[in-house]
Nanobody, 126 residues
Framework: QVQLVESGGGLVQAGGSLRLSCAAS????????MGWFRQAPGKEREFVAA????????YYADSVKRRFTISRDNAKNTVYLQMNSLKPEDTAVYHC???????????????????WGQGTQVTVSS
């Protein structure tokens, strides 16, 4: 089992930055690929970024490439999402998720992730 708790959300002006953190508990965290997803009001959940269990492979949605950076610190059991040049359309609840299989490759498919955090709200004002 993996438990996930996100933090770092808040209100920021367009063009600003935020860093989200996802603290994980559970012995298999370091063996699992991790992902960030977001869901805006009235919209479906969408993939944002993913990182492999080793941290050497990352994958991003086109909408956030060159603005967001995913990283992980396995010694601290934490995954991060650095968000720069934020836009109002980035407003959403952001969730981190742990892949359902250990030592898997990165995935953008929500159904591949078995463990989810409760989410943190990010609001970008124009």
């Amino acid at each position: 089992q993996v438990q996930l708790v996100e933090s770092g959300g808040g209100l920021v002006q367009a063009g600003g930055s935020l860093r989200l953190s996802c603290a994980a508990s559970g012995r298999t965290f370091t063996s699992r690929s991790m992902g960030w997803f977001r869901q805006a009001p009235g919209k479906e959940r969408e993939f944002v970024a993913a990182i492999s269990w080793s941290g050497d492979s990352t994958y991003y949605a086109d909408s956030v490439k060159r603005r967001f950076t995913i990283s992980r610190d396995n010694a601290k059991n934490t995954v991060y999402l650095q968000m720069n040049s934020l836009k109002p359309e980035d407003t959403a609840v952001y969730h981190c998720a742990a892949h359902g299989r250990i030592f898997s490759s990165v995935s953008q498919k929500g159904n591949d992730y078995a463990y989810w955090g409760q989410g943190t709200q990010v609001t970008v004002s124009s």
